[in-house]
């Protein structure tokens, strides 16, 4: 019975915004986009299928924003904990020590999410969202595809015009594919010349 099914849905994402759960929203609009989709209107199927994407990568974002705020604190704390130990220390080999500890966490806490040639988001937090997404594939047995593609003749670009040239290249593949990719689609600069793209309800 969909009819009887959408106002449940609908009331379960009344209740979801009522009480401020994302979580509840995003299963909410995808059961939707599923219920449209059987009842051949692929117009609002698409439409709950995009709030569903968007909402459920807003939770995923806070997710890792609380990681990051956390690594963050601790990361205040342990620098506080060092300057304090290299005012009350006197040996000069002690102090050297905790500035390389020191430089490490800094170092650490400088690795972004995003690629600084092309503005993609890097291999480490593709694969982060490509787990996400292949769990979320898994859990409602939706179809995902996956391409991994390269520059051809990349080196010989380097080589002939120089690496400032080879990086305008790989900045205008990267503006190109995504203006052609689907909002939903995940693009990511997976190292070198390579490329990596996840296509959510999307089949080989």
């Given at each position: 019975d969909y009819e009887q099914a959408m106002k449940f849905l609908q009331k379960a994402l009344e209740y979801g915004i009522q009480y401020?759960?994302?979580r509840l929203q995003f299963e909410a609009h995808f059961e939707l986009?599923?219920?449209f989709k059987q009842i051949d209107n692929p117009e609002l199927a698409l439409e709950h299928f995009e709030k569903f994407y968007t909402l459920q990568q807003n939770?995923?974002?806070a997710e890792s924003d609380r990681r990051l705020k956390t690594l963050e604190i601790v990361h205040q704390v342990?620098?506080?904990k060092k300057d304090s130990e290299i005012h009350q220390l006197r040996n000069v080999e002690l102090q050297q020590e905790i500035e390389v500890r020191k430089a490490a966490q800094e170092a650490l806490e400088h690795l972004a999410s995003t690629d600084s040639l092309t503005g993609l988001i890097n291999r480490r937090h593709f694969?982060?969202?490509g787990e996400h997404?292949?769990?979320q594939a898994n859990r409602y047995h939706r179809p995902l595809s996956a391409i991994m593609l390269d520059i051809d003749l990349f080196k010989d670009i380097n080589d002939t015009f120089g690496h400032s040239a080879g990086d305008k290249v790989l900045i205008n593949v990267a503006s190109w594919m995504q203006s052609?990719?689907?909002?939903?689609?995940i693009l990511g600069r997976y190292g070198g010349d390579e490329f990596v793209i996840l296509l959510p309800e999307t089949g080989i």
């Open positions: 401020g759960s994302q986009a599923k219920t939770v995923f974002n342990e620098t506080a694969m982060e969202l997404a292949f769990e052609v990719l689907r909002k939903v689609d």
